[in-house]
């Protein structure tokens, strides 16, 4: 009889040396969460979430990781399209230059930004002088810099994505008349689109959790550049208690965000 | 609306350069083995692979500089390559969107022509719950739907199972009558050819071996991979009055004829004896059998000798026969079905 034992085959033969490594990964991954949740100041938890700082915080959070997404999808599956579908020479260059963010510290990011951006910045200055505007120190820096450390996530995800699809769709659609804008809108982006969805949702978790480049380009002021990681990371000086809060609000609404995401559509691709 | 193209396409290793004329309403297949070059031609002829040289005119036209977007000419793919995130309907009225017309108008046209490929009740339906024999007619709707000067076929029937594959060829025929501009229709299937083609134009390694009417081939091949298609034995010969030999065999034919000249016979124009058969021993020859297999109702027999042959026999003959490889038997080629035609 070997009905039975193929039944349960598959997850009893799971190699030792895959499956121990696997769970210590696991567990490595989890367990400063459960840490999170054991130290929690669950008797106070009520009154401290209704402190205006913290929704203040969450509030620019969420809104400056969703703009600061939208500049990524404008730009970025554009450039993404560019990488994966023309010839452009020193293509390989460009990859590896869209990449850098990646790689790049982000208060390294920070410090660039700002050196381009600033108000005495190579562009800034032009900016400044040309409509008055400074991005340093300001909510749309607080985009500018999420934008800049995420945008990668974006492209390489969509350019992946992009490469994986099967151009002879698009050659279809070009003998039906299609112009390359319309084939691009009507064909690609629609077959391309869970893969622009994951990357989208990664886009936005990592300028939700974004640090570095912020404190650098757009400051710690309450209201108006302090996100949550700031909050969290200046709360731990003062309120180790608050700093837990603040960890917990933000870790449960990535949560809440992406498993649901993941469910919706970047399971079902 | 006719055609005329001449197509080079310069590739590592591979050269195409192929001459074809469609004239309004005919079906042209293109018929050669894998690797011949035929869906290249098709590409260049839809503007998807670029020509290294050469023109594509429609009506007198030249169209081979524009993009494949502004030739209107309408491509069936293999596989379909059927929208998978549009419904049928609105993979149909893609063409015509392109074209301009709007949402509502589009889709009017899409649904005549799903309901002329019968496929009326499946408008809503996505590709990837359609049948393949399904698929193929949403395809053929929506190169139609854009009212194209050309259609391209590209083995329109391959993806089919047998019995599919019936029903879609008499469609298919069906619908390419009614279509008033011309076709090119590739394939590697002999039957698909005859049957739905006017004209074939035979291509091997990019250049193209014969052309003609499909009676004029299956009776007149003139290449081998042509006469396997057709099931027939082909030998080149030298021809003097009615005799053609080809190496040490002699053949006598009906048709007279001087010069280069080919042989043709079908298998079972082939008998095969023990012994050396009496009376009047014209095309006979000493060969020995190499195998045999099944054909239909009959075994057909594969031999070897001063030429390589083919025979069908029946399984009673071939159980009489005791046909085991190696074994060396007399063929004979009866002359009333032996044809010779000048090379």
Known sequence: MTGPVRARGPRARTPWPLLVPALAGLAFLVLPLAGLLARAPWATLPERLAEPRVLEALRLSLVTATIATAVCLLLGVPLAWLLARTTLPGRRLLRALVTVPLVLPPVVGGVALL??????????QWLYDAFGVSLPFTTTGVVVAEAFVAMPFLVIAVEGALRAADQRYEEAAATLGASRWTVFRRVTLPMVAPGVLAGAVLCWARALGEFGATITFAGNFPGRTQTMPLAVYLALETDPDAAIVLSLVLLAVSVIVLAGLRDRWVGAA | MSMEAHLVVERPAFRLDVELRAAAGEVVALLGPNGAGKTTALRGLAGLTALSGGRVELDGAEVHHLPPE??????????????????????????????GLGKAAARRVAAELLDRVGLAGHADVRPGRLSGGQAQRVALARALAVRPRLLLLDEPLAALDAHTRLVIRA????????????TILVTHDALDAMVLAHRLVVIENGAVVQTGTPSEIARHPRTDYVARLVGLNLYRGEADGNHVVVGDVRFSSAERLTGPAFVAFPPSAVALYRTRPDGSPRNLWQAV????ERHGDNVRVHLHGPIPLLADVTPAAAADLDLTPGRQVWAAVKATETHAYPA
């Open chain 1, 115 to 124: 050196l381009v951006l600033g108000r005495r910045g190579l562009a800034g």
């Open chain 2, 289 to 292: 059998i190499d195998g045999i």
């Open chain 2, 171 to 182: 469609e298919l025929r069906r619908h390419l009558a009614d279509f008033d501009g011309a």
């Open chain 2, 70 to 99: 502004r030739r209107r000419i309408g491509v069936v793919f293999q596989d379909y390559l059927l929208f998978p995130h549009l419904s049928a309907l609105d993979n149909v009225a893609f063409g015509p969107r392109c074209q």
